[in-house]
């Protein structure tokens, strides 16, 4: 018997700043100190990731694009102000604690798992990567933050062959 497998890609759920808070992010990253070698995140592809999906069938995908509609987002301000230099080695941006963010990675978790997506229990720390390979890097001891106005998550393909890119697949935007 010859089965087909069914195309999976690589898919994740996340929040995408727009292009003023880009520009910030970008100055603020000037305001490191960062070490040879150091990858900065292509200023474009900077996200926060609410859900990673890893490799998703195509049924499943079409499922979960439709289920994810279910989810009612309310439009949010999150205060980016607190850098950190992980020991993965990563620099990350992360926001002040918001109920609302919680609560919108709570609800997009039951939308992914209703159409049979295991989801691995996680400790989630909301964050945007703005930086690899930084072992040594020291962040800013003091940052003007940046406020981000959320108004939509989006369900992403990540293509990781050269040319890397991300592929927007759906966006769900926020009520109220």
């Known amino acids: 018997m010859n089965t087909l497998q069914e195309p999976k890609r690589r898919l994740f759920i996340g929040l995408f700043p727009d292009e003023p808070v880009r ?20 200023v474009a592809r900077i996200h926060m990731t609410l859900q990673f999906l890893g490799e998703v069938d195509s049924s499943h995908e079409s499922l979960l694009a439709q289920r994810l509609a279910n989810v009612r987002m309310r439009r949010m301000t999150l205060l980016l102000c607190r850098p950190k230099a992980w020991h993965n080695p990563i620099a990350v941006l992360m926001p002040d604690e918001h109920a609302g963010l919680r609560a919108l990675h709570e609800d997009i978790a039951r939308q992914v798992e209703s159409v049979g997506i295991f989801l691995p229990p996680e400790h989630w720390v909301p964050h945007l990567t703005l930086a690899r390979k930084t072992r ?22 990540s293509h990781t062959a050269y040319p890397a890119r991300y592929e927007f697949i759906a966006r769900y935007v926020a009520q109220g």
């Open 23 to 42: 520009a910030a992010l970008e100055a603020h990253r000037k305001t490191w100190s960062w070490p040879a070698g150091v990858r900065l995140t292509n």
């Open 136 to 157: 040594g890097a020291v962040p800013p001891t003091g940052m003007t933050p940046i406020t981000w106005q959320v108004n939509e998550f989006v369900l992403v393909c």
